[in-house]
């Protein structure tokens, strides 16, 4: 009976699918010229920069076909230190922001190395995370493939100006230690495992105060318990200042099978459950409920509408 009813439903919102839905598997929209970025001295050099600290040179070099030597010579042309420390926790937390810094620099061909993506990969989280391809303009920009080129004298001199004012207001600052990134969700995982002497109340009260993981993930959260929107520590201080809720972004059709119509609709269902099960439970013992977001219908890629002529909306 459920299965039934949950079909249903699941037809329902495909038939209602938006069409963001485009007919390629990566979109461009209108696809306009990239944006120029006239104050660094070229293409090159604006990738450089923008992606040091994020991602290894040696990545930065499989990107362009070109050594890691030549990528740190570049940068430290600019005054950015020789040895950048890169989290690991990037690939997980930090993509968006890759792709984001990207946009107008890359072809998807070469952003895909850059984000250690499938083509297939990229444009579920284009679609899923959180209108990410909306937010960046329903447009993906013109961008040539970019090579690596040995510097003019003018680039050089350009680069070089850059480093003076990067000495005048940062000279020796990049080169110290720092915090690494990412390093306060580990701090968030601690707990001072002292008894909440208004947990009671807290679990009693009717009154739903509610919030979001200001580092979680949207796209699959619950495929990969690593992610840990909702450690310890963080509910221990929530539940401190009386908070009794927490919300995550879900997939219906990540959550449940969608039987004999939809075959492909709920693979790895059972992960997702036992990892929400677990989340349920963890907040609980801090007199915390965890709430689901879905945010219904969801656009589909062309391909799942093949031989499917008898759902395809208007838009297809």
Not at 87 to 113: A, C, D, F, S, V
Not at 248 to 273: I, N, S, T
Request: charged share 25%.
């Amino acid at each position: 009976m459920f299965n039934k009813l949950f079909n249903h439903i699941l037809l329902f919102f495909i038939l209602l699918s938006s069409p963001i839905c485009a007919n390629e598997p990566l979109p461009v929209g209108s696809h306009p010229t990239a944006l120029k970025i006239p104050h660094f001295p070229n293409r090159l050099h604006t990738f450089v920069w923008r992606n040091w600290y994020l991602v290894s040179p040696q990545k930065l070099a499989e990107v362009i076909n070109t050594s890691p030597e030549n990528i740190t010579a570049l940068a430290t042309s600019m005054g950015l230190p020789s040895n950048p420390s890169v989290p690991p926790e990037i690939k997980k937390q930090g993509y968006i922001t890759i792709i984001r810094r990207n946009w107008h620099l890359l072809p998807y061909e070469q952003l895909l190395t850059l984000v250690d993506m499938t083509q297939e990969e990229l444009s579920y989280s284009l679609r899923e995370d959180d209108f990410l391809y909306i937010k960046l303009g329903s447009l993906k920009p013109k961008c040539e493939l970019l090579h690596y080129e040995e510097p003019t004298d003018l680039v050089r001199k350009r680069a070089e100006e850059i480093k003076q004012v990067v000495d005048q207001y940062f000279g020796g600052i990049l080169d110290k230690p720092a915090e690494p990134r990412f390093d306060f969700i580990r701090q968030l995982k601690k707990t001072n495992h002292k008894k909440n002497p208004n947990l009671s109340t807290i679990s009693n009260n009717k009154e739903l105060r509610y919030i979001y993981s200001y580092f979680g993930v949207f796209g699959d959260p619950l495929i990969d318990s690593s992610l840990d929107p909702y450690p310890d520590g963080l509910l221990e201080k929530l539940s401190d200042v009386g908070v009794t809720g927490v919300w995550m972004h879900v997939v219906l059709r990540q959550l449940a099978p969608g039987g004999k119509e939809f075959p492909e609709f709920g693979k790895d269902h059972e992960l997702r459950l036992k990892n929400l099960r677990h989340l349920v439970q963890k907040a609980k013992r801090y007199g915390i409920s965890l709430y689901l977001y879905m945010n219904e219908p969801r656009s589909m890629p062309s391909s799942f509408f093949k031989n499917r002529d008898d759902i395809k909306g208007a838009n297809q």
